[in-house]
């Protein structure tokens, strides 16, 4: 998974684009920590990292 697939999938649960910050987007959603997404064009994310992403956005346990 991309960074721009994940970005696109936390938008899909109400997460929205805080601010850009280098090469990381900032999601942003009522009620909850701002989580940074690592765009580097078409190279998969790590998977650990993938997981711990999607925990702290709670879309995952």
Same mark, same amino acid.
């Given at each position: 998974m991309t960074g721009k697939q994940l970005?696109?999938?936390l938008e899909e649960h109400d997460w929205s684009?805080?601010?850009?910050s &280098?090469?990381?987007h900032i999601m942003?959603?009522?009620?909850?920590r701002s989580v940074p997404i690592p765009i580097h064009?078409?190279?998969d994310l790590p998977k &650990?990292?993938?997981h711990g992403i999607?925990?702290?956005a709670g879309i995952k346990e």
């Open positions: 970005k696109k999938l684009l805080d601010r850009i &280098g090469s990381h942003t959603r009522e009620g909850c064009g078409t190279t &650990g990292l993938i999607l925990k702290k």
